[in-house]
């Protein structure tokens, strides 16, 4: 899945704040977000799916922080909550995509995503068929929609940036590779 269906999938986790601390909110969200998008920064420096994905570690994380934040609730601990929270299942979601390959619509990687404490990568479930699908995008606008009525003007020029920077990366992905290619 894209960085904007992970961002997306935060949104929708800080939406129970509105009704139970709506004054934090906001800080859930924009936090959510960015964790949603963090771990994908791997693709820049390090290995993708490997440097900054731990679908199993960063609940070790993820949960005191929640408890954290449930017992002081305050700005700091709920956006480090949700932020790892969205790390999280973003590191576990990448499972039901598509390879590590450059054109994962062909299907020549077995790796998804890294399990750190098993030492091995898991095998793509391809349930989104790869990353910028058509069924990815509407992942990301279905996905941010309940946040994007709820939130505050913020949080919502955020959102609609998503949808419009996914849009684009639906509309480039299959001749990425290509262009990636001519540069390097
Ligand atoms: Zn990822």
Known sequence: MMATTHAAVGLLLALPLTVL???LAPAAALAAMIGGIFPDLDLVAGIHRRTLHFPDYYWLGAVPALAAAA????????AAAWFLLSAAVHSVSDVFGAGTEARPWERTSAEAVYLHSRSRWIAPRYWVRYDGAPEDYLLTVCLLAPGLVTFGPTV??????LIAVGGAYTLVR????AVEERLL
Do not use: N, Y
Request: aromatic share 0%.
């Open 21 to 23: 601390a709506p004054e």
């Open 71 to 78: 017992l002081a609730p305050g700005t700091a601990t709920v």
């Open 156 to 161: 919502r020029r955020v959102a609609l940036a």
């Open 174 to 177: 299959k001749h990425l590779p």
